[in-house]
């Protein structure tokens, strides 16, 4: 919503909004481009009278604000309906959906078009660091947008992706999330093959070729050429592929119909954006961009803010920050982490925070999925509904803390010089990284 904001303040309208527990980067990016945040929902919000209210998928019914629009009559529509009307019914539209990956995979297409003169327009969720905005509107021929599978709004159920209706799509893998509102994976299947149906047959739909979730999708119809990206020796034809020159996945070759066709060397680690850069280069190639130009692009790619960014760095200590919070993400970023720090220690320090993680639907996999560290805590907060102990079972390196303060007292007992700390949420988790810097540094640990 706040990349929303911002397109439509680049259209020249006034804007405003109403939201709670807003935190950076988006509440800085809001700031610096003039758009007047208002903490809470209230009804007096809405003066002076708004020409239109666009409403976003974190409010429901009873909300004051969004009753208040109900009962003065005020003109409103969805976010992602709002998008598509003002924005991309003229466009080349790039879309990119998945479970994982969604941002970074969105933010690198982004920038592979830029450095071809491109100027594309985006709206991502998360602040690519080459850009250092969320959205903007770009040259309006391409614009690339992050094809979220979340519902639109309270009145309108569908996947917010239905409205994008793009001629270039990434379907970047597909496991069973939002659990709040998807009782199943098939149900989330049933979203995705509507998004596929909305595909022009001279269109392209770029897909790996080792999710079988993605498979029963396309299985179901479709209308549009696929090509599919392979893992490396996996004996698989595929039209794009890539061969690791360095084992963390920060130097890989591009494979283009069995033919090298480029090299990426880059900073990021793991395999898993190894895939989401191998996609971005392939949809790429379909907006008219060579393998090994696209390739060259990534790699002066700066990565996402959140996305294991690097908030400190002091006598070999290292803390990072980063947005995984579902168990498969985190074991990738732990994994790729391991294979570049080799011996080095690993503390990671995890907030189940989303929805899914707060229902207690992967209690299972989530202490899997920190075996790649030496050490591991999850927070447990009151709001749980399951016990986080669950979590520890089967495991050795995961330990369970209840509050914040809990957790810093033992970084401050365990934290040492050459360790690598990285804290996991997709939320401000109170501000537990900038206060673990000062409290390491103040104890002289590092």
Same mark, same amino acid.
């Given at each position: ?18 939201? $709670? ?14 758009? #007047?945040?208002?903490?809470?929902? &209230? ?8 020409? *239109? ?18 009962? *003065? ?50 709206? =991502? ?54 659990? !709040? ?20 047959? $001279? ?9 079988? +979730? ?15 990206? #392979? ?6 034809? #595929? ?5 690791? $020159? ?8 591009? =494979?283009?119909?069995? $033919? ?19 996609? #971005? ?26 996305? @294991? ?5 002091? /006598? ?14 985190? +074991? ?24 899914? @993680? ?20 999850? *927070? ?14 089967? %495991?050795?390196?995961?330990? %369970? &803390? ?16 050459? /360790?690598? =700390? ?11 990284? !900038?206060? +673990?810097? +000062? ?8």
């Amino acid at each position: 919503m706040g990349g929303l904001a911002i397109l439509a303040r680049q259209l020249g309208y006034t804007v405003t909004g109403s939201d $709670q527990n807003v935190y950076p980067p988006m509440s800085t990016q809001l700031e610096a481009q003039g758009i #007047a945040l208002m903490s809470g929902f &209230r009804p007096e919000n809405l003066n002076p009278r708004p020409d *239109l209210v666009v409403v976003g998928n974190a409010v429901s019914r009873g909300n004051p604000e969004v009753e208040a629009v109900l009962n *003065l009559g005020l003109p409103y529509t969805s976010g992602p309906e709002w998008l598509h009307d003002q924005v991309l019914a003229h466009a080349w539209v790039m879309a990119v959906a998945g479970t994982h990956g969604k941002t970074t995979t969105t933010s690198m297409l982004a920038w592979i078009l830029e450095s071809a003169g491109f100027n594309p327009g985006f709206l =991502i969720g998360g602040v690519p660091l080459n850009f250092g905005v969320s959205a903007r509107l770009g040259g309006r021929r391409f614009f690339v947008v992050e094809a979220d599978e979340y519902d639109t709004a309270f009145f309108d159920k569908r996947s917010k992706f239905v409205h994008y209706r793009p001629r270039t799509a990434i379907l970047n893998n597909l496991e069973f999330d939002h659990a !709040d509102i998807f009782p199943d994976l098939a149900a989330i299947q049933r979203q995705f093959h509507h998004l596929v149906r909305s595909i022009p047959g $001279q269109g392209l739909i770029v897909a790996p070729n080792w999710e079988p +979730a993605l498979d029963e999708v396309l299985q179901m119809g479709c209308w549009t050429p696929v090509e599919h990206t #392979a893992r490396e020796h996996s004996g698989q034809v #595929a039209t794009w592929a890539y061969h690791l $020159q360095a084992t963390d996945g920060s130097r890989f070759d591009v =494979i283009h119909d069995g $033919q090298m066709a480029g090299t990426v060397s880059w900073a990021l680690t793991g395999l898993h954006n190894v895939h989401n850069g191998l996609a #971005a280069i392939a949809a790429a190639h379909h907006a008219g961009i060579f393998p090994e130009r696209a390739a060259e692009s990534l790699c002066k790619f700066r990565n996402v803010k959140r996305r @294991m960014e690097v908030r400190a760095e002091f /006598d070999g200590l290292m803390i990072y920050d980063d947005f995984a919070h579902h168990p498969t993400a985190i +074991a990738s970023t732990l994994a790729g982490l391991r294979a570049r720090v080799g011996s080095h220690r690993i503390l990671a320090i995890v907030e189940p925070r989303s929805n899914t @993680m707060r229902m207690g639907i992967h209690a299972a996999q989530l202490g899997h999925s920190l075996q790649a560290a030496d050490l591991a805590v999850i *927070l447990r907060t009151p709001d749980l509904g399951w016990d986080v102990s669950v979590a520890t079972g089967g %495991v050795s390196n995961v330990l %369970v &803390r209840d509050s914040i303060d809990a957790i810093l007292d033992w970084l401050e007992e365990v934290a040492a010089p050459g /360790d690598h =700390i990285v804290f996991m949420s997709n939320g401000g988790f109170g501000g537990i990284q !900038d206060r +673990a810097e +000062a409290r390491l540094r103040q104890c002289g640990r590092a």
